[in-house]
């Protein structure tokens, strides 16, 4: 599986953006997939996860309220909203498929990955 991450760009704080992560194959829509961040310097942290139906979702406390995490599988694609945006959000994005149809929490549970896009947040 091959996935491709779309819709980075700069925006002012309190600004919105919605990322895309389009896969290349129908399996996709098996496989719980997750939204991954990486700021210059730190972890690459989970930030959001969609079970392989949309049923079920998981945020972390960082953008919980304000992101949302969602997928058609129509189109082989996930999709991560992202409202209120703040400086701190600034951060290369990343998307990732998992084997399972549940979703983890670690890096390890995600096999299949995108190159990345960049969000960048002014003040």
């Known amino acids: 599986v091959q996935l491709q991450a779309s819709g980075g760009g700069l925006v002012q704080a309190g600004g919105s953006l919605r990322l895309s992560c389009v896969a290349s194959?129908?399996?996709?829509?098996?496989?719980?997939v997750g939204w991954f961040r990486q700021a210059p310097g730190k972890e690459r942290d989970i930030i959001a996860a969609?079970?392989?139906?949309?049923?079920?979702?998981h945020y972390a406390d960082s953008v919980k309220g304000r992101f949302t995490i969602s997928r058609d599988n129509a189109k082989n694609t996930v999709y991560l909203q992202m409202n209120s945006l703040k400086p701190e959000d600034t951060a290369l994005y990343y998307c990732?498929?998992?084997?399972?149809?549940?979703?983890?929490?670690?890096?390890?549970?995600?096999?299949?990955w995108g190159q990345g896009t960049q969000v960048t947040v002014s003040s």
């Open positions: 990732a498929a998992g084997l399972r149809a549940s979703y983890g929490f670690r890096r390890d549970d995600y096999r299949y």
């Open positions: 194959r129908r399996t996709f829509s098996n496989n719980a």
């Open positions: 969609i079970n392989w139906n949309g049923g079920s979702t």
